[in-house]
């Protein structure tokens, strides 16, 4: 196993979406793209991973949207990619198709009471659906890592849930402690890093809304009246 010294993770920069939400119902989600703002984050965040890369090359995954591609681009790793992956599995978690502003936020407020992990939105997906086509990305990646010359990092350009969903699955937290967590701000960069035991930590934790430890369970969570 040529297993990489880096696993750098980036949420995509700021987006049109993020500005104004009701872009949502006249632009496929795959296709908003990247604000003027969000290209100078993501463009900082490349000054961060040149400087983590330290002059090695990188394997790059990245989402097929073009919020994601457009963050790749300003990245402006030159030729420390050693290639690109095109990685579906990456996306954003599916919400609807053309989504109707109103509606979505309706739903939302239902998640924020039901459980973001648990909650499948109405012509989407769950937290939980997200987190299984990682499990499956995951075996891509070790697959990958048994070939003697892969690179020694790789890089996913990605979304903030689907960042968090690939550390609950890579470290094994809880539901209970991923509720807590806050979404990375957009072209925020996470980095796991192989230790000399050959196991991962991560650079810096996740805010968390509320103080979950990474071991509860819903045996843990407050009495749900009935």
Known sequence: MSEPGK???????????????????????YRIPLTPLGLVQAAAAGERIR????????????????????????????????????????????????QISDEIEDQKELRNAYGHFF?????GESGSDVYDRISSFMETLHRHWS??????????????????????????????????????????????????LGKYELDFPFTQWVDRRVDETVLDAPTVMY
């Open 7 to 29: 696993i750098i993770m980036i949420r995509h920069g700021q987006s049109a979406a993020n500005v104004d939400t009701t872009i949502y119902n006249r632009i496929p989600d």
């Open 51 to 98: 400087r983590e890369l330290d002059g090695r090359q990188v394997c790059v995954y990245v989402s097929p949207y073009l919020r994601a591609y457009q963050t790749l681009e300003a990245l402006n790793l030159g030729n420390l990619t050693e290639r690109v992956i095109e990685e579906p599995r990456l996306r954003e978690q599916d919400w609807a198709n053309f």
């Open 119 to 123: 909650y499948r939105f109405r012509e």
């Open 147 to 196: 070939k003697p010359d892969y690179a020694p990092n790789a890089l996913l350009v990605t979304h903030g849930l689907t960042m968090r969903l690939f550390c609950m699955r890579w470290f094994h937290w809880s539901v209970e402690y991923f509720e807590s967590l806050n979404n990375p701000n957009n072209a925020e960069v996470r980095t796991l890093v192989r230790t000399d």
